[in-house]
Structure formats: C-alpha cells, structure tokens
C-alpha cells in the first residue's frame, strides 16, 4: 500500500520559511515511502470558508479532493500575532467540507505540525494552536512537532537547513505521519 501525504502551508510569499519547513518535513514522508503532495501559496489563496455556500472554487475543489484522498496530513504555519496565520487557518476550516464522508474530517489520519516564527512565543503559541485544530477536527497529532525560531534558524531552498537538529526534527515528523498512516506506528 502507497501512503498519500499531503502538506498545507506556507504563506502568500512564496518559497516563504514555512513553506519551506514544509518541504522539508515532506522529503522525511517521501523518504519513508510516500507518494507527497503539496498546497502552498496561491493554492492557498480561497474564498473565506462559507458551510452555506455549496459551489466551490476550482482550487477548494483540490484542496478538499486532497485531504479526501490523504493517508496523513502535514501542516506548516508561520506564526502571525502568535497563531496560526489566516491563510492556513482558513484552508483548514474546509475540512468541514469532509464532515460526511466515511472518513469525516481528519479522523484516523496523522497529522504532523510545524509553527515558525520570528521568536520562540510564536513559534511555539502557532504550534499549540495547531494541535488543537488538529484534535478538534479528529486528527491525530504526531507526537513529534516542531517550533521553528527563523532567528535562530535558516531554511533554505527545498528544505535545506542551517542546524541539523531542526532538519532532523522536521523529517522525523514526516516520518512519523507515514508510520501512522501505515499501522507501523
């Protein structure tokens, strides 16, 4: 069996810190066997989630296609005012959108969590804040996350990274969610 990883973050910048924490952690899921798949930037980018309105957008279309289809879910946010960015949190809330399915929301999946911020408050308060729309959307958390302090820490293109400990946590996070997702863990 193929495990299907999708990864959601980053910001409306591209190739932005988060994004590219979310390449990182993607390369430790593709390297413990998953088929990745990544939504960031403009796939971003969708209407302000409306439970009323039926017709979606193309791109919410994916999105929501995306998560149907995954085995595990990565999530990467930059932290803004010390949570979860907007942007982020409103690709998340069209999870809603699963509430009917076999597998409603992300229940059974798990689901890794990457905050980083210009300092560790944010880093750190954008990583809880995450697990806890994890939970409340039946997801299971890795017990590994990362809080990303981009002062401390540079990411660079595709994932490289300047402290080796982080890059190593952030793989292992995608690790995780493959073992997860294939009863190994």
Same mark, same amino acid.
């Given at each position: 069996?193929?495990?299907? #990883? ?12 988060? +994004? ?7 390369? /430790?899921?593709?390297?413990? /066997? ?47 005012? /010390? ?6 949190k409103n690709a998340l809330?069209?999870? +809603? ?13 798990? #689901?890794?969590c990457i905050g980083i ?30 809080? #990303?302090?981009?002062? +401390? ?20 996070? /995608? ?11």
């Amino acid at each position: 069996m193929t495990v299907t #990883v999708v990864g959601i973050g980053g910001s409306v910048r591209a190739d932005s810190q988060s +994004e590219r924490a979310l390449h990182a952690t993607l390369a /430790g899921a593709r390297d413990a /066997g998953a088929k990745v798949h990544a939504i960031t930037g403009s796939a971003l980018v969708l209407p302000f989630y409306d439970p009323h309105v039926l017709e979606r957008t193309e791109v919410a279309r994916e999105l929501v296609d995306a998560l149907r289809e995954a085995d595990g879910v990565l999530l990467s946010s930059p932290g803004y005012h /010390g949570t979860v960015s907007g942007l982020v949190k409103n690709a998340l809330d069209y999870v +809603e959108d699963l509430r009917l399915d076999e597998r409603p929301y992300l229940d059974g999946r798990g #689901v890794g969590c990457i905050g980083i911020a210009h300092g560790w408050q944010a880093s750190v308060t954008t990583l809880q804040a995450l697990r806890s729309v994890v939970h409340s959307l039946r997801g299971w958390p890795t017990p590994l996350g990362a809080a #990303v302090n981009s002062v +401390e820490t540079e990411l660079g293109p595709g994932g490289s990274c300047t402290d080796r400990k982080v890059e190593s946590t952030l793989r292992t996070i /995608g690790e995780q969610v493959v073992e997860f997702a294939s009863g190994r863990g």
